[in-house]
């Protein structure tokens, strides 16, 4: 039913700007909460950063100050605007929606976009 596309990814130097775009299709239900995981090779996925339907957001340590979760609820996409981008933010960045809530809530996940950062 739910179908997510990430857009926006490509190669960067270091300090350089990025902005990744997740379209989300199908039933969205009111209460949800979309999100940015990335994933380097060799390492676990981290979240990013997160936001609800609300407007309330969450960021990891290391995004803090740099990158910037924001979202349409009118076209049910969520864009992330990075901002001096490092090394170690090369990964796959992968969109999340959380359809409902946290009990009853369903992931669904989109393919994910590569994000290279060069020294």
């Known amino acids: 039913q739910v179908q997510l596309v990430e857009s926006g990814g490509g190669l960067v130097q270091a300090g350089g700007s990025l902005r990744l775009s997740c379209a989300a299709s199908?039933?969205?239900?009111?209460?949800?909460?979309m999100a940015w995981y990335r994933q380097a090779p060799g390492k676990q996925r981290e979240l990013v950063a997160e936001?609800?339907?609300?407007?309330?957001?969450y960021y990891g340590d290391s995004m803090k100050g740099r990158f910037t979760i924001s979202r349409d609820n009118a076209r049910n996409t969520v864009f992330l605007q990075m901002n001096s981008l490092k090394s170690e933010d090369t990964a796959v960045y992968y969109c999340?929606?959380?359809?409902?809530?946290?009990?009853?809530?369903?992931?669904?996940w989109g393919q994910g976009t590569q994000v290279t950062v060069s020294p």
């Open positions: 999340n929606l959380r359809n409902g809530g946290v009990m009853r809530g369903t992931d669904y």
């Open positions: 199908g039933t969205i239900f009111s209460i949800n909460r």
């Open positions: 936001i609800t339907n609300t407007g309330s957001t």
